[in-house]
């Protein structure tokens, strides 16, 4: 693996909290005296974030869908509607 | 864990009337009860997936729970100091998609790279597994290949000064 996957092999391993003490401990002693390394972990969380962002909004859609679904279904549209009357 | 399509039909089945009770009780709409509804249950979902999923009682009654707590925070009746973790975690990355053009960083990325993304940051299968789904020779080249499209859409990702943009 070339350096700079290795790095950010490196930095997931720390957002994913699967670096050990010792290995956090050095990282984050790398993070105070390398910016570039900084910001390449604020980066890294922020990609983590927009995938998980981006999944969610696929995962809400299909919640939507059953909830169409459920909603079609006398006996659940009843009890929603019992509830809201 | 994952949880197949059925066990989440039956899922929302049983627990959604209880969340929409709450909500209509405290002057919700039907509308509002399905969206806090559905806030709740990805938080679920995604905890179950992650594996750090803590219930006391049943699924129902955590469902629940969440629901009221993000109920009470949309009416901000509890500040979002106060959410637990999970809770303060998802409300926060909701607020980031309103902020930024998450799409368009990720498209460019291009469709396998994000399917492989998510089954690793979002569905959290292991490599050994995503080697198999996308049909890597084993772990360690679906793992170069994981921080391959990492590294594509991190490094499109340029800071302002005390934010960031495209």
């Given amino acids: 693996m070339r350096n700079e996957l290795i790095e950010t092999e490196r930095i997931d391993n720390y957002l994913l909290k699967k670096s050990s003490p010792a290995e956090t401990k050095l990282f984050e002693m790398d993070l105070l005296l390398d910016s570039s390394l900084f910001e390449k972990t604020e980066k890294q969380k922020l990609v983590h974030r927009f995938v998980r962002i981006f999944h969610r909004r696929l995962r809400r859609k299909q919640l939507e869908n059953l909830h169409h679904y459920l909603m079609r279904q006398p006996d659940f549209k009843k009890t929603i509607d019992l509830i809201f009357t | ?166």
């Fill in chain 2, 1 to 166: 864990m994952y949880l197949q399509e059925n066990e989440i039909l039956q899922f929302y089945r049983e627990a959604f009337p209880d969340v929409a009770r709450y909500i209509h009780r405290r002057g919700g709409t039907q509308e509002d009860a399905k969206d806090i509804f559905h806030d709740a249950f990805l938080v679920f979902l995604e905890r179950k997936a992650k594996g750090t999923l803590a219930i006391y009682s049943s699924p129902r009654a955590y469902i629940a729970g969440i629901a009221k707590i993000l109920w009470l925070h949309r009416q901000q009746r509890i500040d979002t100091s106060q959410l637990p973790e999970e809770v303060a975690a998802y409300t926060e990355d909701n607020a980031l998609s309103q902020a930024q053009p998450v799409m368009n960083y990720l498209q460019m990325a291009g469709e396998k790279c994000l399917q492989l993304l998510k089954t690793f940051y979002y569905d959290n299968l292991s490599m050994q597994d995503i080697a198999a789904r996308f049909g890597f020779s084993g772990p360690r080249s679906a793992t170069v290949q994981k921080f391959k499209c990492l590294e594509k859409i991190r490094n499109q990702i340029k800071f302002k000064t005390g934010a960031y943009a495209e």
